[in-house]
């Protein structure tokens, strides 16, 4: 169990590492380089690298931005063999829904709570 948060350190603290010299050495926005990063998870998934890595290394990499990225592309290939075409589109938006959701309700409440800075 120790070994598994572990490696659940290192892969997360990896793919934190991998952002921050983007924001560092790339000189890339915020913006840029979330997109990035999920498009990199997205990718992994389609290839099949990243549920091996979920297996591996857990909450290292199912909690970083890159996760989304595969929960995108894994709901839709997902429902594309059940559904095809318009399963495509359904199956993203079904299996991220939940943190889409959060992160929209409490992006409100903390606007609602604290003020703007700019």
């Keep these: ?7 659940s350190f ?5 793919i934190c590492m991998l952002g921050q010299l983007l924001f560092d050495v ?6 840029h380089t979330l997109s990035l990063l ?8 389609g290839f099949g690298l990243y549920e091996p890595l ?9 909690i970083p931005i890159t996760s989304f ?3 995108l592309v894994h709901g839709a290939l997902q429902e594309a063999k059940a ?18 959701s959060s992160a929209i309700i ?11 800075k700019g």
């Design 83 to 100: 559904h095809g075409l318009i399963g495509v589109i359904t199956g993203m938006f079904e299996v991220t829904s939940s943190g889409i």
């Design 69 to 71: 990225g595969n929960s």
């Design 10 to 14: 290192i892969v997360g603290g990896f």
């Design 26 to 31: 790339a000189k890339l926005s915020p913006g």
């Design 54 to 62: 979920i297996d591996f290394a857990g909450a290292g990499a199912t």
């Design 106 to 116: 409490f992006a409100f409440i903390g606007a609602l709570l604290f003020k703007s």
């Design 38 to 45: 999920v498009v990199i998870g997205a990718v992994m998934d």
């Design 1 to 7: 169990m120790l070994a598994m948060f572990f490696w």
